[in-house]
């Protein structure tokens, strides 16, 4: 409902106006009358009405002052003045302050009935303009978002297309810079040397940053000033003076932002700020080669163990999440090499375990994906090997497994699983690739590995894994390993 109010300082006019005027058929309720000037105006900003019936002529201030002042303040307020005078000069006055109607005294019901509906069908037209005008910015503004979305994506090819939607002012814009943030978009302050555009893409909430001024001084203020108040993170790419440029510092954004977020850091961090260390390539050649013995095995426990050291080597500070899904992507690519035989099974790793890796944000979610996947994975060779294999092969594998740190000849072993030693050497050999002897010697090893990886002695690791003769065990390891284990103790050792 509309609010008027009346403002006289005759009272029989006030009253009149008031009690004779069925205001409620107009949906207005009369909230409020005044005798002066100066009380109507303090009424005025009190109430701030619709509709304002007011006398020219009053104490304190007149009329057409007090509408002067009202309309300044709130220039949606619809006036309708009324005196005892038909002055041109009062008329022209009112009319230049964009009164609704000019009526002499004594007023009529009927002129007030008519100039009420008049200032009732401007307050219409007014909100039906300002709803046009709203519905016509958002449309514009969502116009604006869906263009610069297009010039993150595809960078020159929409430039022109993206002018259109920025407006006159695209010929004013030096330079662009976007940030990215992690959870919830940080309010960039207005300031005169840059427009702010923001855009969301799926889960990406980015904010476009198109300057006016260059160096950009001003908004990395505000970012610094961010910065100090957030819990969150929040990056940025480099400046660019080319809007063809834009894609490069959206990834720059991106990036960064996995960075921050990997690393656990909070508040603003920069492209710049985004450091790769030095992968210990041997390091990880070694822990990939024994994930995969555990895997062409199916050693479960094994593979725990392995994992458990890749886990360690991915909590190296200087590590980016770049180079961590890299090569998590090459143990992906290890196990399905494991996978060959019997035929890989695609639905593991997906189709795009790329796209899955790229998603992920921490090192936490990174091996877990993985460790999930390499399990699944060891598991489903291990159940294609138990149904490949002859049953003596299987249980021959499993007492190697239970008794690989003792004396085990291939005679023992055949009468074991209840076959003559010559056809059993020839089978074990057809079911595992690998003469007998190899494949004790290669399991020991392997054994032996993660022994000295946990930092055991090597000569108790030679007992271990049943060489009781220790010059006899070196001699094989680093035939095997390409080095000594004492050497390979120290370099693989993590001290944890």
């Not at 074991?416 to 595992?432: C, I, M, P, R």
Request: hydrophobic share 40%.
């Amino acid at each position: 409902m509309l609010k008027a109010v009346v403002f006289d300082d005759e009272y029989i006019v006030l009253q009149g106006l008031k009690t004779m005027i069925d205001w409620g058929q107009y949906g207005i309720e009369m909230i409020g009358t005044a005798d002066n000037g100066l009380s109507a105006l303090q009424m005025f900003r009190d109430i701030r009405p619709d509709i304002v019936l007011t006398d020219i002529r009053m104490p304190g201030m007149d009329g057409l002052q007090l509408i002067e002042t009202a309309a300044a303040e709130a220039p949606e307020a619809m006036f309708i003045v009324f005196s005892g005078f038909n002055e041109f000069e009062y008329v022209r006055r009112a009319i230049g302050l964009g009164v609704v109607d000019y009526l002499e005294k004594p007023i009529t019901v009927s002129n007030i009935d008519k100039a009420v509906q008049k200032a009732i069908e401007r307050i219409r037209l007014r909100q039906a303009y300002s709803t046009m005008q709203v519905k016509w910015n958002a449309s514009q503004a969502e116009l604006l978002e869906k263009a610069t979305l297009d010039l993150l994506l595809l960078g020159e090819k929409v430039v022109s297309k993206w002018r259109e939607s920025f407006g006159a002012e695209w010929t004013e814009v030096l330079g662009v810079t976007v940030a990215a943030f992690s959870s919830e978009r940080a309010a960039i302050p207005i300031d005169s040397s840059y427009r702010v555009v923001e855009v969301t893409n799926g889960d990406e909430i980015l904010s476009v940053i198109f300057h006016f001024q260059l160096p950009a001084s001003s908004l990395f203020e505000h970012l610094s000033r961010l910065a100090s108040r957030t819990a969150a993170v929040f990056s940025s790419g480099c400046t660019y003076t080319s809007l063809t440029d834009t894609p490069k510092s959206y990834r720059e954004a991106l990036r960064a932002l996995r960075f921050g977020k990997f690393h656990h850091t909070k508040g603003w961090i920069t492209i710049q700020d985004v450091k790769e260390g030095q992968v210990r390539t041997e390091e990880l050649a070694t822990l990939q080669g024994s994930l995969l013995s555990c895997l062409r095995r199916g050693d479960r426990e094994g593979l725990g163990q392995a994992f458990e050291r890749i886990k360690r080597w991915t909590q190296t500070d200087t590590l980016s999440p770049d180079q961590i899904e890299r090569e998590m992507l090459k143990l992906v690519y290890i196990g399905m090499e494991a996978a060959k035989e019997p035929p890989y099974n695609r639905g593991i790793f997906g189709e795009a375990p790329h796209r899955e890796l790229s998603a992920l944000d921490t090192r936490e979610e990174m091996v877990e994906w993985m460790l999930e996947r390499m399990e699944k994975l060891c598991a489903w060779i291990e159940e294609a090997r138990i149904r490949k294999k002859h049953p003596a092969i299987l249980k021959a594998l499993t007492i190697i497994e239970e008794r690989y740190g003792h004396d085990l000849s291939l005679q023992e072993l055949a009468e074991q699983v209840g076959l003559n030693s010559a056809y059993f050497s020839l089978l074990f050999k057809e079911e595992t690739g690998s003469s007998y002897i190899k494949y004790l010697t290669s399991f020991r090893i392997e054994r032996a590995k993660a022994l000295l990886q946990e930092g055991m002695r090597v000569n108790e690791a030679s007992e271990k894994v049943g060489y009781c003769n220790y010059r006899h065990f070196s001699e094989i390891f680093k035939k095997h390993v390409g080095m000594t284990p004492g050497r390979y103790r120290d370099i693989h050792h993590t001290g944890s």
